[in-house]
């Protein structure tokens, strides 16, 4: 089984396609000149070749000036296992994350 993650990002529709591994993720949407990748149950481990993928790929915005707006992010199965990259929090697809406490009566 081993431990897996929801993993989203978001970059400018003008970043290079990320075909090779584009059915990883359940969700490739494009919106108001973004796109965001999206998976919802990915064995994270960082050996493995879409994790590196991601990694480089992402890397490679970081020293693009022009695509610095990007965001990131990954939520493990602990509570406490959050990764956030980038900072395009004012995006179209009003991407962030939430821990809540639920319950029923």
């Not at 584009?22 to 879409?50: M, N, Q, V």
């Not at 990131?72 to 990764?83: C, K, L, M, Q, T």
Request: charged share 35%; glycine share 4%.
């Amino acid at each position: 089984m081993g431990y897996r993650s929801e993993v989203a990002f978001i970059v400018p529709d003008t970043a290079p396609k990320f075909e090779e591994i584009d059915d990883c993720f359940d969700s490739i949407i494009e919106k108001d000149g973004y796109r965001l990748y999206h998976a919802t149950w990915l064995k994270w481990y960082e050996d493995f070749p879409i994790v590196q993928a991601v990694n480089e790929y992402l890397a490679t915005l970081d020293e693009n000036e022009t695509e610095k707006r990007y965001l990131f992010i990954r939520i493990g199965e602990d509570a406490a296992d959050v990764d956030e990259e980038g900072n395009f929090w004012d995006n179209p697809f009003d991407m962030g994350w939430v821990r809540k406490i639920e319950f029923s009566e």
